[in-house]
């Protein structure tokens, strides 16, 4: 999925409440340098935040998250979607993103999951739950006798940790929410996601430097 890898390093995952929060939310993250952002399919308004943003803020690359199902695919893609992202990679799962024509990210925790993804065609995938399945550990491991595949590790990423996944050879991006907090979407407080945002542009050559929150 290199256009994704391509557009950021940090693919903020954004669950939305409000609805009138989507657009709001895509244009401060683009104007902090981060245009790309993935909507996950949480709540209610969540397809409804999707079909905003794509017709709104046509700058930002939309994508639905937690896709869990195939209809969930098919709903998203009509919304709009221009990737989508699941947490695991189940036989039907990977048939039904892969008919949507969309770029995706199939979830996966294990090497056998990383080979079943590889099986189905595709080289990127996410890695979740990321910390609590090995993190930079597992993914160092792995990359010797899997060398094709490329991750978005997604699930504990923060901007302390971050760096650290994108040192890696076979980490194309990472996925966080930390760019785009609960209070600070309930408060409306735009200059502080784009501000998140911004701190964000140079963390893939910060190597191993620590950001602050």
Same mark, same amino acid.
């Given at each position: 999925?290199?256009?994704?890898?391509?557009?950021?390093?940090?693919?903020?995952?954004?669950?939305?409440?409000?609805?009138?929060?989507?657009?709001?939310?895509?244009?401060?993250?683009?104007?902090?340098?981060?245009?790309?952002?993935?909507?996950?399919?949480?709540?209610?308004?969540?397809?409804?935040?999707?079909?905003?943003?794509?017709?709104?803020?046509?700058?930002?690359?939309?994508?639905?998250?937690?896709?869990?199902?195939?209809?969930?695919?098919?709903?998203?893609?009509?919304?709009?979607?221009?990737?989508?992202?699941?947490?695991?990679?189940?036989?039907?799962?990977?048939?039904?993103?892969?008919?949507?024509?969309?770029?995706?990210?199939?979830?996966?925790?294990?090497?056998?999951?990383?080979?079943?993804?590889?099986?189905?065609?595709?080289?990127?995938?996410?890695?979740?739950?990321?910390?609590?399945?090995?993190?930079?550990?597992?993914?160092?491991?792995?990359?010797?006798?899997?060398? %094709?595949?490329?991750?978005?590790?997604?699930?504990?990423?923060?901007?302390?940790?971050?760096?650290?996944?994108?040192?890696?050879?076979?980490?194309?991006?990472?996925?966080?929410?930390?760019?785009?907090?609960?209070? %600070?979407?309930?408060?409306?407080?735009?200059?502080?996601?784009?501000?998140?945002? %911004?701190?964000?542009?140079?963390?893939?050559?910060?190597?191993?430097?620590?950001?602050?929150?």
């Amino acid at each position: 999925m290199d256009a994704l890898a391509d557009r950021a390093p940090v693919v903020p995952v954004v669950v939305v409440d409000d609805v009138a929060h989507a657009v709001p939310v895509a244009r401060a993250l683009a104007a902090g340098g981060v245009p790309v952002v993935e909507l996950t399919l949480r709540t209610p308004v969540a397809l409804d935040a999707i079909r905003a943003i794509a017709a709104e803020v046509p700058e930002v690359l939309v994508g639905a998250g937690t896709v869990t199902t195939p209809e969930q695919a098919e709903l998203a893609l009509a919304a709009g979607a221009q990737f989508l992202v699941s947490p695991g990679a189940t036989a039907s799962l990977l048939g039904a993103m892969g008919d949507t024509g969309l770029p995706y990210l199939a979830g996966t925790a294990t090497v056998s999951e990383v080979l079943a993804v590889l099986e189905s065609g595709r080289t990127e995938m996410k890695f979740f739950p990321a910390e609590a399945s090995g993190g930079t550990a597992f993914l160092s491991s792995v990359a010797s006798p899997v060398p %094709a595949a490329r991750f978005c590790p997604t699930g504990g990423i923060t901007s302390r940790n971050a760096a650290a996944y994108l040192d890696l050879p076979n980490v194309a991006c990472v996925g966080g929410s930390w760019l785009t907090p609960k209070d %600070a979407l309930a408060a409306a407080d735009w200059a502080r996601v784009t501000a998140l945002a %911004a701190a964000t542009a140079d963390l893939r050559a910060a190597g191993q430097d620590q950001l602050s929150q």
